[in-house]
């Protein structure tokens, strides 16, 4: 009996997702008002809140912690000043601060997360200098600063812990048309892009006083045009989008000094205008108004490069804004101004297993060739 022998040849391909990779979460985008500004996270990831600065109007929409979609709340969209560019959390979750560009005013709201009743405190809206833009809470939640494009400074308010009332401090000169305002991982610093000039005004930063002194050496030059800035997961690394020239400046930051150095530019595509880094792992990502995609970069703490992953550039709505993370680095979300929208997308993390290779996602295709 002749006998006969089968070589059976399998292949199985896994499907990997890589670390940075983005997918949209059910029911991404979601309708916001007229020209979303920056979207925010509170600071539990339980909300997100947005500027429309063509409805003077903020949105304020519940979050989903398992799959990241977004539901509106009840109380939303809700009246604020004219022109509004920005809405941010207090660090304690309690009290929502928005910049009215229009009025020159800072609308104040109590929030409660349970209820999810938004009510005006007692004195809002705050009187500000002309055109504010970008305010945030100090991270201890006793300050609360924001940039004035039409005076070339910032204001430092003192807030109220129980009533979220803010009373004015002082002002500090910057540079010309000062537009987005960042305080670094630590606390310890302030810095503020000038972008009447193409510089970064820097500060040290008193979290007890509130003080704040100039960096030896500031203003720092930055590309034509910058637009915002972010800092890296360790804190080491200042990242500065440059619409202008069209690249991402990586700045060193002296921990000691708050000084700046400048150590790399990395092309961004076409017409780059918010970019940042994510709060929880080594990845940057910048939006490209113009062709309505955001991109994604591995970030290399050691040699301060960006290298853009592999499957980058991602759709979004029409004409992108700016991006902002979910505290735990597990969601992004862009405004889309184009489109009156805010996409939400899941972000695939690192891990000390799939640094390289990328996190299997349990689908196979299997081939299996018989000779």
Known sequence: MKMRYFLILCITISLFAAPGDLTPVPGSPFTAGDSPFVPNYSPNGQHLAVANNGSATISIFRANQSNGSLT???ASPIAVGSGPVFAVFSPDNKFIAVTNNGSSTISVFRFDQITETV???????????????VGLYSPNNNFYLVTSTGA?????YSVDQSTGVLTFMSTTATGPSPTALFFSRNGKFITIINAGDNTISAFLFDSVTGSTTPVAGSPFATGPTPTNQSDSLDGNFLSVVNNGNETISIYAIDQATGA?????????????????FSPTDNIFVVTNRAINVIRVFAFNPTTATLSEIINSPFATGLAPFVPGFSPTGSFLAVT?????SVSVFSVEQSSLLNNLSGTIRDKYIGFCFAN
């Open 72 to 74: 509106e709340i009840g």
């Open 119 to 133: 009510t005006p405190v007692t004195g809002s809206p705050f009187a500000t200098l002309p055109l504010p833009n």
């Open 152 to 156: 070339n400074s910032f204001s430092t």
């Open 260 to 276: 700046l150095t400048l150590l790399s530019n990395t092309p961004s595509g076409i017409d780059p205008e918010g970019g940042l």
């Open 336 to 340: 889309n101004l184009g489109s009156n």
